[in-house]
């Protein structure tokens, strides 16, 4: 449910919130409704995102914590720890004091703490990480720095990351 109206939309009887009647909103109802339903959620300009990104703005600095479902974005300053089971990135300009727990991780900011993902971290040539990283696999762009231990390889047969042998520096 919306905490805002989109303009020219009005509920459904339906209660798909859909503007057009019968009209797909999320990409997996467009998938199952076919071209037809694509074609008329496209003209009523419905379409929504399968996934919801929270993001911290530019401008905000947050302390707490963050855990929950989704994806997370952070492009300000925040302070604590974040457990998602989603997707999380820090932008460029951004600052991430604490630890962090997701599913696939984007450094393209600075983060002063530890990683532990369970598919993937992605350090762009932005990037600065101080701290350790767990992770299934690792991709390091050139230009990035860091300060810490990386282990990533020692994955289980349930896909989460199992930590073995001796942590290497960077």
């Known amino acids: 449910m919306a905490l805002w109206k989109e303009p020219g939309s009005t509920p459904s009887p339906t209660g798909s919130g859909s503007p057009v009647s019968g009209a797909p909103t999320t990409v997996t109802e467009l998938h199952k409704a076919g071209d037809h339903g694509a074609d008329a959620a496209r003209r009523s300009g419905s379409v929504r995102a399968a996934s919801v990104e929270s993001v911290i703005a ?37 600052r991430l004091e604490g630890q962090v727990r997701a599913g696939v991780v984007v450094v393209g900011g600075e983060l002063q703490g530890n990683i532990e993902a369970a598919k993937q971290v992605d350090v762009l040539s932005t990037g600065i990480i101080v701290g350790d990283v767990k992770a299934a696999s690792i991709t390091v762009a050139a230009g990035s720095r860091m300060r810490g231990h990386v282990e990533f390889g020692w994955e289980d047969k349930l896909g989460a990351v199992e930590f073995k042998g001796t942590p290497r520096s960077v």
């Open 58 to 94: 530019a401008e905000l600095v947050i302390e707490g914590k963050i855990s929950g479902s989704g994806d997370v974005r952070i492009a300000g300053r925040f302070k604590g720890d974040v457990q998602v089971d989603g997707n999380f990135r820090i932008d460029a300009g951004a």
